[in-house]
């Protein structure tokens, strides 16, 4: 599933009412999960989170955008925090399956309904901003809602939506796209404030005022500091004492985990630590982080200790929690911090969670689902876990004559396509499923009819792809087989081929409920679609089959006649 978070910031940080309002308005959005909402007081600002589909989470955020406009009066609004207009800001971030471009297309589309329907201004900023001027949220907000009046008759700060003339009562609203922020705090062995911001300076991207060797502040022409710049970029961090802790932590924001990964700061940090006689003792993640930058920081230190990184992606995140000192301060809860477990839909891992007698005697019942593209694609699944076995038994850094990073890089990519094809095994009996739905519902005049057939034609057609990803997975499964059965350890061969066979399982068994949904779409705009299927379905089958053919008859060759195989 497609899912993107969205943050939008409100001008009101007390009133229930109000905050009540703006969270039904969004929970009302089928799909959409309403994940905190953070009011401030002093601020007089509350900071919504919720995630969803894109078109769910762009729906969700215009109707919390029009409640805010109808219940919020910026003319009476008092608060610490700048701001512009009753929703002050209202980002998207991409998450699970989305990229940046589709949250800025998301943003525009957004700031186009707002500025049409709800006659506010709409600036946008960040990536979704077209003047490059603009990105920059601080330049936009400059002047605040007070200057607001006199900003829209200035043709510069014409909005990119919306009208021109002041809306009193709800502002302007900026609107964007940007990279998920990460809320984390380094611990420290010290409850020294200035030695914790002193490590702060020198990761930051801001770095810190230059000094000369007079110990004085290095300044230019104009009399301003010098930066020196910090170590990484999209970092802001400043040192701070916990009392509750007894300890002083860098706190730091990540602006763009793509770009600046934790865990590279995190040992950055420990390394900064040493220097002055301290220690890291853990870390604290503030709020939620991106299963990813889990997954990379779990790779990461298993790379460090020389381990295969190809292994679960439960063993990745269990390492990365115990080399981050993610649980010092508090039990570290995957499904309450990971924010793709968080918004996990429950009924959709109905099968996978499944014990495995008992999907076995689900299987066997006379529903229709489970059915023969669950067990495709949990044959394909096996068969990768297969290659990755291998793969990681083979992995020795001790025998320097393997050819270690290519077993790493097979592991990790047969861990990859096993969750994957696991994922698979319900969305099978989840298409087919919608399928039936779609069958069953009303046909009572012509409008009924219409929309029958266009929800028919949209499940089948979706029920067919999930078929055609698990034969492209399992080719490349049958792929990887093929490269580790020649260099895994020989021990290991009947596994290699094994895993060979259940590709080839996979594949064939995808490849017939690829057909039989074909069959159900008739329609002549279908036919494109359908023959486009057909023949890359019957490409990857026929790779398929060559690449088990020649595994199957190297492994059959190596084992039936062992003492001339060379092992």
């Known amino acids: 599933m497609k899912l993107v978070e969205c943050v939008p910031n409100f001008s009101e940080g007390s009133d229930g009412a109000i905050l009540d309002a703006i969270s039904a308005a969004i929970?009302?959005?089928?799909?959409?999960?309403?994940?905190?909402?953070?009011?401030?007081?002093?601020?007089?600002?509350?900071?919504?989170?919720?995630?969803?589909?894109?078109?769910?989470?762009?729906?969700?955020a215009?109707?919390?955008?029009?409640?805010?406009?109808?219940?919020?009066?910026?003319?009476?609004?008092?608060?610490?925090?700048?701001?512009?207009?009753?929703?002050?800001?209202?980002?998207?971030?991409?998450?699970?399956?989305?990229?940046?471009?589709?949250c800025v297309t998301?943003?525009?589309?957004?700031?186009?309904?707002?500025?049409?329907?709800?006659?506010i201004p709409v600036y946008l900023y960040e990536e979704a901003a077209k003047d490059p001027q603009r990105r920059n949220l601080a330049t936009i907000r400059a002047g605040e809602y007070e200057g607001l009046e006199a900003k829209l008759r200035d043709p510069e700060w014409k909005p990119d939506f919306g009208p021109t003339r002041f809306n009193a009562r709800a502002g302007a609203t900026v609107i964007g796209a940007r990279e998920f922020l990460v809320?984390?705090?380094?611990?420290?062995?010290?409850?020294?404030?200035?030695?914790?911001?002193?490590?702060?300076l020198d990761l930051r991207e801001a770095g810190r005022n230059?000094?000369?060797?007079?110990?004085?502040?290095?300044?230019?022409?104009?009399?301003?500091?010098?930066?020196?710049?910090?170590?990484?970029?999209?970092?802001?961090?400043?040192?701070?004492?916990?009392?509750?802790?007894?300890?002083?932590?860098?706190?730091?924001?990540?602006?763009?985990?793509?770009?600046?990964?934790?865990?590279?700061?995190f040992d950055a940090a420990c390394e900064e630590a040493t220097k002055r006689g301290l220690r890291v003792t853990g870390s604290e993640l503030v709020g939620l982080i991106p299963r990813e930058a889990m997954l990379a920081a779990g790779r990461h230190y298993l790379r460090k200790q020389r381990?295969?990184?190809?292994?679960?992606?439960?063993?990745?995140?269990?390492?990365?929690?115990?080399?981050?000192?993610?649980?010092?301060?508090?039990?570290?809860?995957?499904?309450?911090?990971?924010?793709?477990?968080?918004?996990?839909?429950?009924a959709a891992w109905r099968l996978r969670d499944l014990r495995l007698c008992r999907f076995v005697d689900e299987l066997s019942t006379d529903s229709a689902t489970p059915g023969g593209g669950s067990v495709a694609a949990l044959c394909g699944a096996l068969g990768a876990a297969l290659t990755a076995m291998v793969a990681n038994l083979t992995h020795n850094p001790r025998k320097t004559e393997l050819p270690l990073d290519e077993l790493q890089t097979i592991a990790e990519e047969a861990q990859?396509?096993?969750?994957?094809?696991?994922?698979?095994?319900?969305?099978?009996?989840?298409?087919?499923?919608?399928?039936?739905?779609?069958?069953?519902?009303?046909?009572?005049?012509?409008?009924?009819?219409?929309?029958?057939?266009?929800?028919?034609?949209?499940?089948?057609?979706?029920?067919t792809r999930v078929p055609l990803g698990v034969v492209e997975r399992a080719c490349r499964g049958a792929q990887l087989a093929r490269q580790v059965a020649e260099i895994g350890n020989p021990a290991s061969l009947s596994d290699a081929g094994v895993a060979a066979l259940c590709a080839a399982t996979a594949a064939e068994g995808a490849y017939y409920n690829v057909l039989i949904n074909l069959a159900g779409l008739d329609d002549p705009e279908d036919a494109d679609f359908v023959r486009s299927t057909r023949d890359a379905a019957q490409r990857l089958l026929r790779e398929t089959e060559a690449q088990v053919q020649e595994t199957r008859d190297a492994v059959r060759q190596r084992l039936e006649n062992p003492e001339s195989s060379g092992d």
């Not at 959409?32 to 009011?39: E, F, G, N, T």
């Not at 406009?69 to 998450?95: K, N, Q, W, Y």
């Not at 115990?322 to 918004?343: H, M, Q, T, W, Y």
């Open 210 to 265: 230059k000094r000369g060797p007079d110990g004085k502040f290095v300044r230019d022409d104009n009399g301003v500091p010098i930066k020196k710049p910090g170590r990484f970029k999209h970092v802001k961090a400043v040192g701070w004492y916990i009392e509750e802790y007894a300890r002083a932590q860098i706190s730091i924001n990540f602006t763009n985990i793509r770009i600046t990964p934790v865990h590279e700061v």
């Open 106 to 119: 998301l943003a525009r589309a957004l700031g186009q309904r707002v500025g049409d329907e709800l006659e």
């Open 307 to 346: 381990r295969s990184s190809g292994v679960p992606e439960s063993e990745l995140i269990h390492i990365a929690v115990r080399s981050l000192g993610l649980d010092e301060l508090a039990p570290f809860d995957a499904e309450e911090k990971i924010i793709e477990d968080r918004v996990r839909d429950a």
């Open 27 to 60: 929970a009302a959005v089928e799909g959409v999960r309403l994940l905190d909402v953070d009011p401030g007081e002093a601020t007089n600002r509350t900071v919504f989170t919720f995630v969803g589909p894109p078109d769910a989470a762009q729906e969700a």
């Open 183 to 200: 809320a984390y705090n380094i611990n420290l062995n010290t409850r020294d404030k200035k030695l914790a911001t002193d490590i702060a």
């Open 416 to 463: 990859s396509l096993q969750t994957q094809l696991t994922a698979a095994v319900d969305a099978d009996t989840a298409a087919f499923d919608a399928v039936l739905a779609a069958m069953r519902m009303p046909r009572q005049g012509d409008e009924e009819i219409a929309a029958r057939a266009a929800a028919m034609r949209a499940a089948t057609r979706h029920a």
């Open 62 to 102: 215009f109707q919390a955008i029009r409640v805010a406009a109808e219940r919020i009066d910026m003319r009476s609004h008092r608060g610490e925090h700048a701001r512009l207009g009753a929703t002050d800001v209202c980002p998207f971030v991409p998450l699970q399956g989305t990229s940046m471009e589709e």
